[in-house]
């Protein structure tokens, strides 16, 4: 019974070797292949798909310069409200661009609302300069003195 597979998979090894290394001769006259060649609509689940694929991809942060840019953005909540500094027409250039980027980044990535991902984003800071999710040093060797 195994040899009938070996021989087979054998058999399949030699046939696709051979139109691998013939490919320029056959492949102008192979029928084009659906969806990927030929024109027209792309059926919903493999649309979606790709929509799931290109949200991995690089995609470029919207650039501001006043805070009402940046709430247009996206980057406003009723936590972090950003209306006071619109309406008092501040002249600063808005938000900090790295912190929007990482808070951006975490938005996509996780599909999480602005607040959960700056929460998201102050407790990956936290993590890496060794603080407890409560604002405590995790240093051992630290002293805390409670009032």
């Not at 027409?89 to 996780?110: C, I």
């Not at 060794?130 to 805390?144: F, Y």
């Amino acid at each position: 019974m195994a040899y009938m597979f070996y021989t087979l998979l054998f058999f399949f090894l030699i046939v696709a070797t051979v139109l691998y290394i013939t490919r320029t001769i056959w492949k102008p006259y192979a029928p084009p292949i659906p969806y990927i060649t030929a024109p027209g609509t792309i059926p919903e689940p493999l649309y979606q798909l790709s929509d799931y694929i290109n949200s991995f991809r690089y995609s470029r942060l919207p650039t501001s310069m006043s805070f009402a840019e940046d709430a247009e953005a996206g980057f406003h909540s009723s936590n972090f409200n950003l209306s006071e500094n619109i309406t008092a027409e501040d002249s600063r250039r808005g938000l900090d661009e790295a912190g929007k980027q990482e808070v951006y980044r975490m938005m996509q990535r996780r599909g999480v609302t602005f607040d959960e991902a700056r929460r998201l984003v102050v407790a990956e800071r936290f993590g890496r300069e060794g603080i407890a999710s409560d604002g405590r040093p995790l240093d051992r060797k630290a002293v805390m003195f409670d009032r």
